[in-house]
């Protein structure tokens, strides 16, 4: 019987060749599309590990990637011996040579071929779980006892690297068939799969929501009974696989899956609060949490921006906790963007999330998602327009974007006739700018100018002048400019009771 290389045909997916029964090994009938840097890379550990004489397998989500004709930024190779000494040994035939980073503890490696391309590689073993730890025990192993512990089927594939069967497929799970089903499965038993490594159910979430498969019945319900054991799990990883399912094409389905499992309750309860509807007196409000799921849906179809989509997330993160009933008009969430953007801050650390411009910038977008809207309910002034200009700044397109996002209705010619009155405030706000040059607006009168102008240290006078100066400007009352702004501050200052020092006058 021939065994046909996977790299070698261009047909579609056939049936299995059986060829032993342990592991079962067929080859695929199709081409994997490799570029020429990949190919050159293939090539390079198979010659490494040949004159090493080291059983060497490309696996997991390079070969899932590449038959699925998904690009990949990485390739992992399991080597039955080890991965240090291998790596060491292919990072010679590059030149220059590329630096191996490897972890002794762990006896894996790592080389960085360019910017767009990495390997690892990883000796193969098994591993046994104690009932009462996450830290598994490990002992060397063969190709198939690495297969065994992975964690679904579409990832335990791998391609032989050996000279005598270059390119043929080892698949003991029937990965292939899965791939065509578009169905992740765990290997083994669910809960053992899960209990051994329980970040696993937020992977395979993760990879329903990136592949748009579905979830084996099987393993669905063994996340759900497993999802207490997501505890033990550090919250690094959590929200690693969590900005993943954040970043998907449709993160809504992500999110849903993570409710309807009960993971979502244990790792973002703040979130689960939203879920549902109340009514009162035949009055009642939309539920917050699949309302917030379609605004992340819509934005995600104009941008990828991991922290304007947390924005999406996060907007109405505080409806709980001012939802109030009001007698004959139904229900409020007054403030629920000044509260919202308190909780920014205090989620971004429970989540891990950086405590740096990226959480400011959420928290900006929450606090303002509001404004633009409420301009489509009023007669626009030039001043509520420069206010608005002003507050956003640089950040101006991404609110438009979120509030364009939060426009939501089952009724077509409702959210029609919104977006429309949206794109006037936007055409005002265009306007405005290209008159005043709002959004980086600079004052033309600083605060070190009012010190020395009126002879003072840094003071709450100083504060007083600058603020009036910019509303004066935002509201229209005096022009942007520096003869406006400087006989502004000596009126205000002499309101204060300030004088001017002699020299500085005029």
Known sequence: ??????????????????????PVIFALSMD????????????????????????????????????????????????????????QEVAKSFHPQPRVDFFKNFGTAHIKINDGFDIEFVGARKESYRADSRKP?????????????????????????????????????????????????????????????????????????????????????????????????????ITDELNKIVAAKKPSIGFDLLFQSGLLQIIFPQMVALVGAEYKDGLGHKDNFYHTLQVLDNLSEKSDDLWLRWAAILHDIAKPATKKFEEGHGWTF???????GR?????????????????????????????????????????????????????????????????????????????????????????????????????????????KIFNLSPSRPVGIIKDALKDAMLDGIIPNTYEAAFNFMLEKGKDLGLKPTQENKS
């Not at 490799?34 to 040949?50: C, D, H, Q, R």
């Not at 390119?167 to 578009?182: H, M, S, T, V, W």
């Not at 364009?404 to 029609?416: E, F, G, L, P, R």
């Open 32 to 87: 994997i599309n490799l570029t020429s840097e990949e190919l050159k890379v293939i090539n390079k550990v198979a010659a490494a590990a040949e004159a090493l004489s080291m059983e060497t397998y490309l696996i997991g989500g390079f070969v899932r990637d590449k038959i699925l004709e998904r690009a990949t930024k990485d390739a992992d190779f399991v080597c039955v011996g080890d991965a240090i000494t291998l790596a």
């Open 334 to 340: 007054h403030g629920h963007e000044v509260v919202g």
């Open 1 to 22: 019987m021939e065994w046909r290389k996977l790299f070698d045909h261009k047909t579609s997916i056939t049936a299995p060749i059986y060829i032993t029964s342990t």
């Open 137 to 237: 025990e490990v002992e060397a192993g063969s190709v198939k006892d690495d297969q065994d512990r992975r964690d679904f089927t579409i990832n335990a594939m791998a391609i032989s690297l050996q000279k005598e069967n270059f390119g043929i497929l080892i698949d003991p799970f029937n990965g292939i068939e899965d791939l065509q089903a578009k169905i992740i499965r765990t290997p083994l038993e669910p809960v053992q799969t899960f209990s051994d490594d329980p970040l696993r159910m937020m992977r395979a979430i993760r990879f329903a929501t990136q592949l748009g498969f579905t979830i084996d019945e099987t393993t669905w319900q063994g996340i759900k009974d497993s999802k207490e054991r997501i505890k033990i799990i550090s919250q690094e990883r």
């Open 343 to 451: 909780m920014v801050s205090k989620i971004f650390t429970k989540l891990k999330l950086p405590q740096n411009e990226k959480m400011r910038f959420v928290k900006k977008m929450v606090e303002l998602h509001l404004r633009p809207i409420s301009l489509t309910k009023e007669n626009i002034t030039d001043s509520a327009i420069r206010r608005l200009l002003f507050d956003a700044g640089e950040d101006f397109d991404s609110l438009m974007l979120l509030c364009s996002a939060d426009i939501t209705s089952k009724n077509k010619q409702k959210v029609k006739r919104f977006l429309e009155n949206f794109q006037l405030v936007r055409e005002r706000c265009k306007e405005v700018e290209d008159k005043d040059h709002i959004r980086n607006w600079q004052p033309p009168i600083s605060g070190e100018m009012i010190m």
